[in-house]
């Protein structure tokens, strides 16, 4: 079973963190606690970000659920197949950026970081 919960709930005792990642397919827990803990990590400032493997066709049930968490922190889902890891690397790479110096350093870095115009983009900061 995936573990999203417990990783949304220590980040909210960890109040410096900037940035929550979840790397999954499907979401197999409580949508309402699943609710509950991305309304409070939105409250933090801090964004869910989730990597959605959509390459199995039973995963793709769970995409407006992984978009409800994510926008409910100011968020995004991020699709990717597992068959390309140099996307993944790319996304993984903007992430980091962004959690380290926020939009600003994203920003900055966009033209080295293949990722991170997409990520701009999925958060809604285009400009």
């Not at 410096?16 to 990590?41: Q, T």
Request: proline share 5%.
């Amino acid at each position: 079973m995936t573990q999203l919960l417990p990783i949304l709930s220590a980040s909210l005792k960890r109040p410096s963190v900037r940035v929550v990642v979840n790397i999954g397919d499907v979401f197999e827990e409580s949508l309402a606690r699943g609710r509950r803990l991305a309304d409070g990590v939105g409250t933090q400032d801090a964004k869910l970000i989730v990597l959605h493997d959509t390459a199995d066709p039973a995963a793709r049930r769970d995409a407006e659920v992984f978009w409800d968490l994510a926008k409910r922190s100011g968020g995004c889902v991020l699709p990717f197949d597992a068959g390309a890891p140099e996307r993944l690397r790319d996304l993984l790479s903007a992430i980091a950026v962004y959690a380290v110096g926020g939009e600003k350093l994203l920003r900055e870095q966009r033209d080295d970081l293949p990722g991170a115009v997409a990520l701009l983009e999925h958060l809604g900061m285009r400009r």
